[in-house]
Structures are given as structure tokens and as C-alpha cells.
């Protein structure tokens, strides 16, 4: 197979515990979001979209609705016949034995043989849950330009927030200078999104030391950038400046959400023409709104059935709303159906839950927290 | 060994042209904001375990080759069988309407004869049903007959139809045009292959013939019985029928038989966002497809893909098309406005239930 400029290696085997229901029975990158996509779509589209045709996808935590999502790339252009594409890395045994992906680090060396098989002069190294357009070639040609060892994406965070973030120090030239782990006293705003490209060699080389570091926990950002910047290398970053989120929580799951509304989205759809965000969808019919049905400043995904109301919410594929319901601020998950007379504010509603009539979840009183049904949950009158 | 052989006659010329099918083959022209014609036709084929289809091709096949293009959308790019794209006859861009051009079929014998098959599926790429082909082949092994057509009792007279004459349920007459009570002809039918080959031998020397015309004095020593469709089918023949097939859908009952769990349609896949139903919007009794961003009122209507209704903009019993954008004002109803159109602020579009306004496709 041809040799490759740039490869990625897409870490897509997070729990994604935090997400509690949402996560019980799919990894985090197979999460529903926005309608119809699922949450690796954005960062395989990005790929396709920037010209990188041959992505590593390392799976690990319930990884089969991800895998069967994934297929052969074909949804996202990126089924090549070259030897490219999408390659789906799980951990395997050796004669050695084998093990878990023990940390974001570990999880690129095991596959290290899969890094050569294509000879990259940059391994681009991506987080499948996470929520952005980028175009990666602008961040190539920003690593080229500087001669770097090692390039991180950064993008500005309010200084408040700033100590949530690994916080990154650059000079005047953007090379890094100092990089911490959620500092309690952020002498930057410049947090580092997870995004990195490396010199293959130099990766490969730091990979295999770190390996057998008995002190390391085999992690991007905790082990392997400081001890880079402590060996002098060439880091340096790359702004961004767009919308961009980690969805790690059940809160920031809907607040993010709730993004994609509105007249003047945070995170719009339908901005993004010259680099569409692609997924793996089904074929079902164009969304019905019955005759009784009203809704407005909502999402709606093909096989959709509305026949209440609804207002300032996601309904995603293949959900259904009954007469005299009501949906408010919510998000309704693909399969979701929420019968006749329920009344749902400010919830998520896991794929295919079912909503029994008359029910009423969850309250506009935003010091509550967003009410979470899982998937295939079915919550009847009195069970709320 | 495959279960069946299938065979699509995508090269209809309908003998009703209107705007809507002067660019492309019925078989291309939309349907339901985000089908094509063919689809259903496709859909039932590999939904059946078909893994074999030729395609007859129309004169002007851009829109379906693009459309379907290696098969994939339907599972049909395999290494073994597939969708396999034959020519038409010139004589198939001619209006006959006939849908079984014996020319057709012998031009492309090659393709039937290097089936594997016992049993061979054609159907033309002109009706819009969602139904199992294994019931319809079932019934011919068990009748023993020779053909088996697929065939509904016509509700409605149709000029384009065509219809059986049955004696003790078997075939003895064929005739163009269908009055209600009549067994109207779904353009399906199943038999053996090798029988179909022998056929075609037989009526060489009248190859600018449909089969069932050739076949209509050989009824006696042909068995062709009929298989009575129960579901909701509707032909495409002319804009009339094709405007109300469409609205048909918005009926949840026809859609559910259309659309049941776990036969689906399938049709080319795009990179749509989801719709959006934005602040204001005010929408009922229609389907709305991915892109669509709607802020006017949109009632009893279908609209494709990537569709713009802005505020203060009325829609109402019409079909508009993919990436169209309907301004502030305007007001559209009782019409069919084809792809890409832009409708001024302030302007109306309006025909009648008897009379619909047809807007044809305009550049991209």
C-alpha cells in the first residue's frame, strides 16, 4: 500500500461514564447526538473532510454497536481500496499475552505496528468524543511551518473555566513553553483540545520509552507532553477557534443540545456545506408532522412522527410524539416515543425509551437536573 | 444458487409527459421529498434476498445512474452478482408505454442466461408498493403456473394501466387502460427462467412488441394466473397520479404499509443535517425532509431535501422539491415545483386539485 502523509488514530474507547444511562450499553463515540448523528461522527467527517483517508479507530468499551456503526468507513468516504480507510483497532494477544488499553498513550503504542504498516511522516491523534468541524490540513501545514515535534491544538476557554482544562503557556512564536494539568492558578486561557500531531519517528520513539516508564500512566496529556517539554522538543500549538465540546457530562450533553437551536445556533448544521458532517444513517421516510401537531425551533430527523407539541427540542430519527403531548426542551434520542398526553420538559430520552401516556418528567426549574431515561427504558404513570 | 434473478425495466416513457418527467425517466423522478421511483422497485428486489439485478436503462439515464450508481445504498456491490446496468432498446425511448419491450428483454438475454437462478423477478421501475416478492414466488411453485402476475383490483379508472382478462383465474385477455373492478396489472410478474428464455425465442420476430401484447394469443397454452397485492400501490404514470400518490403518504395507514418495520426503502444516502422546524414555524399534516429549514407555514404538503420556507412564506397541498427556496410572501398551492426553483417574495403559484400547477426543474 501507497505510504501516507498524515494518518489518524482516533481514541474511541471511553466508557464515557459520566454520561451514566446514556453510556450503559455503548461506548461514549457511539452516543446519539443532534438528531442523527452519532458523537464519532464529527471527528470522521473532519477526517474525510481534510483529506486524512486512513484512520485508526482503537475501540475498546462495548464496542459492538460502534463497530457495526463503523463498517467498512463507507459513510464517511472513507472505505479506500488502497489500504486505507477505516481500520477498527481493538486490543489483541500476542504470544506475550495482551492486554486493555491501559491509558490514551498505551492504547496508540500497542498499535504501533499499524502506524509503520503506513509509514506517515505525521500521526495526527484524535478524540472520537468530541464535538467540532475542523479542517486538520491548516493544523498540518501550522506543524510543518514551525518544524515541530509536536503540535496541540489549543483554543481559548473563559479564564474562569480555565482550571478544568490542561492549561498551555506559549511564547510569542505559539511554541509551548509550559503545559498543566487543570492548574488551580491558570496563568493562560489557552487549553489544550486533545489534538495532536506528531513527527511519526519522534511518536513511535517516545511511545516505546514510555512504555516501560514503571512511573507512567500512560497518558497524552498527564506523561507524554511534559516529559517532551522537559527534553526540549519542538511543541508548538495550533489556534482554534470555533465551536468545539466535550460532552462529558449529562448536563453538558443537553446544554449542548440545546446549542444546536435556536435563530442563531452555537454549533450550526447547516454552516457546514463545504464540509458536511457525515454519518451512518438509515433510509427512513421524511419527518410527518400529523394534522394536530405544532412545533417550532426543533431538530427533526427523518421517521419522525409528531402529533402533539413541540418546542426548542432534538427529536431524532424514527421518535415518536402522541396527540396532546408536549415536549419541551428536551432531547428525544432515535426510537424515543413519548404517547398521548405525556408531558416531558428538560429530558433526555434514551433511544427507543417509551414514555407512557399522560406521564409527565422533568421541570422547568433549571436548579434541577435534566431528567436521564435510558435506552429501551419504558416509564409508566407512577413510575415517574 | 440464488433465489431469484431480478430484472427492472427502468426505461418507461410515460405517454402523459409533463414537466416533472421531460428531464428524467419516471424511474428517476422523485418521490416523497427523498425517493426516486426506482427505489421501490430496488428495495423490494434485495429486500426479498435478491442479490442479483439488471437494470434496463433509459436514453436519458444520467439521473438514474446517479441515483443508483454501483448499488451500494441497496447492498448490491458484490463481488459476485450485484446490480448489473443494461442497455434499452432506442425503441424504449419511443411513448409506447409498454414496460416489458420484448427488445429489451432479448437485447439482454445474455444477462438471464448466465443467472444461476431457477425463478427470474421482473418489474418495471413505475409503480410505488413495499411488499415481499417471496409471497408472489411462493404462490407460483404452489399454482404450477407458468407466470405468476402481481395484480391489485383497480379502484380507479387509469388510462395507463394495464389490465387482465380472467377465465377461472387463469389469463385469457390482456388490455391497455383499467376501469374499478378491473385486475389491474402492478407491472411485477415472476417466472422460471429458462422458460422465460424459451419465450423469448418464440417471439423473436415480434421484438418491437411488449410481452403480454405477443403473449395475448397464446394465453391457452401459457398458464399466467395472478398473485392479488393487499397493500397500498399506486402507479406513476402521469402528474395527476403522481401528485396524489405522494399526498397518499400523509395518511399514517397508507405510510405504515409503505413503510413497515423492518422492510425499508432505501434510496441513495445524503449528508443531511435534520430538519429544522425553526421559532415560528408553523407546520401540519406534512413531511418534511432532511435540511429543510422551515420559519413560513407549510400545510398538507411534501418537501425534499435542503428546502428553504422562509417567514411569512405559505405552502400548502403542494409537493416542492429538492433545494428549492419558497421567499418571504410567497404563496404556493395545489403544485408540483420542481428542483432548485426559487420562488420570489410575494409571488403565488397556484393551480387547482383539477388543474395543479407544475413548475419544472430549473438550473442548479
Known amino acids: 500500500m501507497g505510504k501516507k502523509e498524515c494518518i489518524a488514530m482516533l481514541l474511541a474507547g471511553g466508557q464515557g461514564s459520566r454520561l451514566g444511562v446514556l453510556t450503559k450499553n455503548v461506548a461514549k463515540p457511539a452516543v446519539s447526538f443532534g438528531g442523527k448523528y452519532r458523537i464519532i461522527d464529527f471527528a470522521l467527517s473532519n477526517c474525510a473532510n481534510s483529506g486524512i483517508n486512513t484512520v485508526g479507530v482503537l475501540t475498546q468499551y462495548r464496542p459492538y454497536l460502534l463497530h457495526s456503526y463503523l463498517g467498512t468507513g463507507g459513510a464517511w468516504n472513507l472505505d479506500e481500496t488502497d489500504g486505507g480507510g477505516v481500520a477498527i483497532l481493538p486490543p489483541y494477544a500476542t504470544q506475550t499475552g495482551g492486554a486493555w488499553y491501559a491509558g490514551t498513550a498505551d492504547a496508540v503504542t500497542q498499535n504501533i505496528g499499524f502506524i509503520e504498516t503506513h509509514d506517515p511522516d505525521y500521526v495526527l491523534i484524535l478524540s472520537g468524543d468530541q464535538l467540532y468541524s475542523m479542517d486538520y490540513q491548516k493544523m498540518l501545514e501550522s506543524h510543518k511551518r514551525h518544524n515541530a515535534d509536536l503540535t496541540v491544538a489549543v483554543m481559548p476557554v473563559p479564564w474562569e473555566e480555565a482550571s478544568r482544562f490542561g492549561i498551555i503557556t506559549q511564547d510569542e512564536d505559539e511554541r509551548i513553553v509550559k503545559f498543566t494539568e487543570k492548574p488551580d492558578k491558570p496563568d493562560s486561557n489557552l487549553a489544550s483540545m486533545g489534538i495532536y500531531i506528531f513527527s511519526t519517528k519522534l511518536l513511535v520513539e517516545t511511545l516505546k520509552e514510555d512504555a516501560i516508564d514503571q512511573q507512567s500512566e500512560h497518558d497524552f496529556g498527564n506523561d507524554i507532553i511534559p516529559k517532551l517539554l522537559a527534553d526540549g522538543k519542538r511543541l508548538y500549538t495550533y489556534e482554534y477557534n470555533g465551536f468545539w465540546r466535550d460532552v462529558g457530562t449529562i448536563s453538558s450533553y443537553h446544554e449542548t443540545s440545546m446549542d444546536l437551536l435556536g435563530s442563531n445556533p452555537d454549533f450550526d448544521l447547516y454552516a457546514t456545506d463545504d464540509a458536511p458532517i457525515m454519518s451512518n444513517a438509515g433510509t427512513k421516510p421524511p419527518a410527518y408532522i400529523g394534522p394536530n401537531g405544532e412545533i417550532d425551533d426543533c431538530l427533526v430527523g427523518n421517521g419522525s412522527s409528531i402529533y402533539g407539541r413541540a418546542t426548542h427540542s432534538i427529536i431524532s430519527t424514527s421518535a415518536y410524539i402522541g396527540e396532546r403531548a408536549v415536549v419541551e426542551d428536551s432531547v428525544l434520542l432515535p426510537g424515543a416515543v413519548v404517547k398521548d398526553g405525556a408531558h416531558i420538559v428538560r429530558a433526555i430520552l434514551g433511544e427507543r425509551s417509551v414514555i407512557e401516556e399522560d406521564v409527565v418528567l422533568g421541570s422547568v426549574d433549571e436548579t434541577k437536573d435534566t431528567v436521564v431515561i435510558g435506552n429501551d427504558v419504558v416509564v409508566g404513570k407512577g413510575e415517574e | ?364
Open chain 2, 1 to 364: 444458487m440464488e433465489k431469484y434473478l431480478g430484472f427492472i425495466t427502468a426505461n418507461y416513457s410515460t405517454k402523459y409527459p409533463s414537466a416533472i418527467t421531460e428531464s428524467r425517466p419516471v424511474a428517476s423522478a422523485p418521490f416523497l421529498g427523498r425517493y426516486r421511483v426506482v427505489d421501490f422497485a430496488l428495495s423490494n428486489m434485495v429486500n426479498c434476498g435478491i442479490r442479483t439485478v439488471g437494470m434496463v436503462m433509459p436514453y436519458n439515464y444520467r439521473s438514474l445512474i446517479d441515483h443508483v450508481g454501483s448499488g451500494r445504498d441497496w447492498g448490491l456491490n458484490l463481488k459476485k452478482g450485484g446490480l448489473f446496468i443494461l442497455p434499452g432498446s432506442a425503441f424504449g425511448t419511443s411513448r409506447t408505454g409498454s414496460r416489458f419491450l420484448l427488445r429489451d428483454l432479448e437485447h439482454n438475454k445474455v444477462f438471464l442466461e448466465r443467472g444461476n437462478s431457477e425463478l427470474v423477478i421482473l418489474s418495471s421501475a413505475s409503480f410505488v408498493y413495499n411488499m415481499d416478492y417471496n409471497d408472489l414466488a411462493d404462490a407460483h411453485l404452489a399454482s404450477g403456473a407458468d407466470i405468476t402476475v402481481l395484480t391489485k383490483t383497480a379502484t380507479r379508472k387509469d388510462a395507463d394501466v394495464t389490465a387482465f382478462k380472467l377465465e377461472d383465474g387463469r389469463v385469457k385477455g390482456v388490455h391497455h387502460g383499467v376501469e374499478p373492478g378491473d385486475t389491474a396489472f402492478l407491472d411485477c410478474f415472476v417466472m422460471s427462467r429458462t422458460f422465460l428464455l424459451q419465450l423469448l425465442d418464440w417471439y423473436e420476430q415480434t421484438d418491437y412488441l411488449d410481452l403480454f401484447e405477443a403473449m395475448a394469443a397464446d394465453f391457452e397454452r401459457v398458464n399466467v394466473r395472478t398473485f392479488d397485492f393487499a397493500g397500498y400501490a399506486a402507479p406513476i404514470f402521469n402528474k395527476d397520479v403522481y401528485f396524489k400518490a405522494n399526498m397518499d403518504l400523509l395518511d399514517p395507514k397508507i405510510s405504515a404499509e409503505l413503510f413497515p418495520e423492518g422492510r425499508e426503502i432505501k434510496t441513495k444516502a445524503h449528508d443531511n443535517a435534520p430538519a429544522k422546524l425553526e421559532l415560528g414555524s408553523h407546520v401540519r399534516n406534512s413531511r418534511i425532509s432532511g435540511s429543510c429549514r422551515i420559519y413560513g407555514t407549510v400545510t398538507n404538503s411534501i418537501l425534499g431535501r435542503n428546502v428553504l420556507v422562509e417567514p411569512g412564506a405559505v405552502v400548502n397541498n403542494a409537493i416542492v422539491m429538492q433545494s428549492c427556496i419558497v421567499r418571504s410572501g410567497a404563496h404556493i398551492e395545489y403544485a408540483v415545483v420542481d428542483r432548485n426553483n426559487e420562488v420570489p417574495a410575494d409571488i403565488e403559484v397556484k393551480g387547482t386539485p383539477e388543474a395543479l400547477f407544475i413548475k419544472e426543474k430549473a438550473a442548479e
